[in-house]
Antibody, heavy 121, light 110 residues
Framework: QVQLVESGGGVVQPGGSLRLSCTGSGFTFSINGMHWVRQAPGKGLEWVAAIRNDGSITRYADSVKGRSTISRDNSKSTMYLQISSLRVEDTALYYC??????????????WGQGTMVTVSS | QSALTQPASVSGSPGQSITISCTGTSSDIGSSNYVSWYQQHPGEAPKVIIYDVFNRPSGVSNRFSGSKSGNTASLTVSGLQAEDEADYYCYSYTDNNLRLFGGGTKLTVL
C-alpha cells in the first residue's frame, strides 16, 4: 500500500542540527512533489518546505529559510530535510506528505505518521 | 507569511450543517484555485477531504463540500455525524508558489 515513513527525529540542543528522512513505498516516488509539514505540540499545521519531483525546484517557509535544505534521492525513494541552527520553536512533529496532481490536484494526499523533533537544553 | 484565518471552533448537532470559513488575501486564496481542506483526528495524521477548492478525493463522503469567493474559502459539512468531530485546516498556494495553512478549527458535534 502507499506509505510514507519519516525518521531522524530526536532531542537536540538549541543551535544544533538534524536531518530528517522520509521514505516512500507503494508508488512511483520520482513522479511526485513532496513536502514537509510540522505541528508543534497542541498547535496547528505549518507548511515547512517543498521539492519538485526531480529536485530542481525547492521552496521554504520564512520560518526555516536560510537554515534548512530539502533534498531527495529518487533512487532511494527518499526525501530529506536538513535543519540547522535549531531553535526551541522548531520543536514539533514533522510530517512528510505527497502531492499527486492526477489523484488529488494540488493537495497533500498521502501523509506519514511524523517524526518528533524536540529542541531543548 | 501569516496563517490563513479560521474560526477557532464551531459546533453543531447531529444532522445539522456547519460551515468553516478560511480567510486569506489576494496573494493567496484570492489568486489561487488550489485550496484544500484537511481533517485531523487526535493522534492521527491529517487527511485531505477537499482539493482544488471543491473537489473530493475518492472515498471522501459527499457530506463535505468546498467553495470559494474572493479571498475566503469555505468548507461545509452537512448531516453532521459524531465521527466528524475533529480539527479542520485549510491550505492554499500563494502567488509566490509557497504554501499556507489556516490556524485550524475545532469542530464539536454536540
Amino acid at each position: 500500500q502507499v506509505q510514507l515513513v519519516e525518521s531522524g527525529g530526536g532531542v537536540v540542543q538549541p543551535g544544533g542540527s538534524l536531518r530528517l528522512s522520509c521514505t516512500g513505498s507503494g508508488f512511483t516516488f520520482s513522479i511526485n512533489g513532496m513536502h514537509w509539514v510540522r505541528q508543534a505540540p497542541g498547535k496547528g499545521l505549518e507548511w515547512v518546505a517543498a521539492i519538485r519531483n526531480d529536485g530542481s525546484i525547492t521552496r521554504y517557509a520564512d520560518s526555516v529559510k536560510g537554515r534548512s535544505t530539502i533534498s531527495r534521492d529518487n533512487s532511494k525513494s527518499t526525501m530529506y530535510l536538513q535543519i540547522s541552527s535549531l531553535r526551541v520553536e522548531d520543536t514539533a512533529l514533522y510530517y512528510c506528505a505527497r502531492e499527486d496532481w492526477a489523484l488529488a490536484g494540488r493537495s497533500l494526499d498521502v501523509w506519514g505518521q511524523g517524526t518528533m523533533v524536540t529542541v531543548s537544553s | 507569511q501569516s496563517a490563513l484565518t479560521q474560526p477557532a471552533s464551531v459546533s453543531g448537532s447531529p444532522g445539522q450543517s456547519i460551515t468553516i470559513s478560511c480567510t486569506g488575501t489576494s496573494s493567496d486564496i484570492g489568486s489561487s484555485n488550489y485550496v484544500s481542506w484537511y481533517q485531523q483526528h487526535p493522534g492521527e495524521a491529517p487527511k485531505v477531504i477537499i482539493y482544488d477548492v471543491f473537489n473530493r478525493p475518492s472515498g471522501v463522503s459527499n457530506r463535505f463540500s468546498g467553495s470559494k469567493s474572493g479571498n475566503t474559502a469555505s468548507l461545509t459539512v452537512s448531516g453532521l455525524q459524531a465521527e466528524d468531530e475533529a480539527d479542520y485546516y485549510c491550505y492554499s498556494y500563494t502567488d509566490n508558489n509557497l504554501r499556507l495553512f489556516g490556524g485550524g478549527t475545532k469542530l464539536t458535534v454536540l
